[in-house]
């Protein structure tokens, strides 16, 4: 019989962090609960095409788009069950034994969110995102998303737009989409980079521009 859940990862210049989300995959390797690997690429530059050979993924390229490379990664996949990480998040320890029974329940799911990095900003900024998951059933996409085949093509799929494509999903999936009890980690450079409050802020403002009707190619601009 063969794995049911098929692993979509979006990359571009991913090369620093994927060996990290790589080694928590193996858990499921192990477990015999992952089908395929499937790299949807918008044009790395770096090692990350090496990376997806050396571990025996498949490649699939195309323009840098966070919704299309999705819908591209997804169409390439066979399993009934999909699994869509980013690249710089690492999946939490057991997590084999989760995803198989909430495949068995039959819902959408999301992980709770951590980053790598402590003190009180972090803190904050993943408290935010799980509020956010659990009362409006908003996860972004760092926070991973576990949801079968059939249920994907049912809402449509990742529209094919460059920013909110992860909202735009969960949106469809609605009161559904429930929020699994362990947190992925994922990297908390961009937030170093750009200031935790700061960040923090102008995602939250392009959030809710969004969801007025914001045309997602020009909040993808000031992203």
């Not at 990290?20 to 530059?45: H, M, N, P, W």
């Not at 908003?138 to 909110?164: C, N, T």
């Not at 992860?166 to 750009?194: E, F, H, M, N």
């Not at 960040?199 to 020009?218: E, I, K, T, V």
Request: some cysteine; proline content about 6%.
């Amino acid at each position: 019989m063969r794995a049911k859940l098929s692993i979509v990862i979006p990359t571009l210049n991913a090369a620093e962090t994927l060996p990290l989300c790589f080694d928590a995959l193996g858990k499921g390797l192990e477990a015999g609960l992952i089908r395929e690997v499937v790299f949807t690429d918008g044009g790395s530059k770096d090692a990350t095409l090496e990376i997806a050979d050396m571990a025996g993924a498949m490649v699939v390229g195309g323009p840098p788009s966070r919704g299309g490379q999705l819908r591209r990664g997804v169409e390439a996949t066979q399993g009934e069950w999909l699994l869509i990480l980013h690249a710089d998040s690492i999946l939490p320890p057991g997590w084999p034994a989760l995803v198989a029974a909430q495949m068995q329940d039959g819902r959408p799911a999301a992980f709770r969110l951590r980053f790598d990095a402590k003190g009180v900003a972090p803190q904050l900024v993943a408290g935010w995102a799980n509020l956010r998951s659990r009362l409006f059933h908003l996860p972004y996409g760092d926070q991973g998303l576990l949801i079968s085949r059939q249920e994907y093509k049912a809402v449509g799929g990742y529209p094919d737009i460059p920013l909110m494509e992860d909202v735009a999903l969960s949106r469809r999936l609605g009161r559904r989409l429930s929020l699994l009890p362990v947190a992925i980690t994922t990297s908390a450079k961009k937030y170093q980079r750009g200031g935790w409050l700061r960040r923090g802020a102008r995602n939250l403002s392009l959030l809710l521009r969004y969801l007025l009707g914001a045309d997602p190619a020009r909040l993808a601009k000031r992203y």
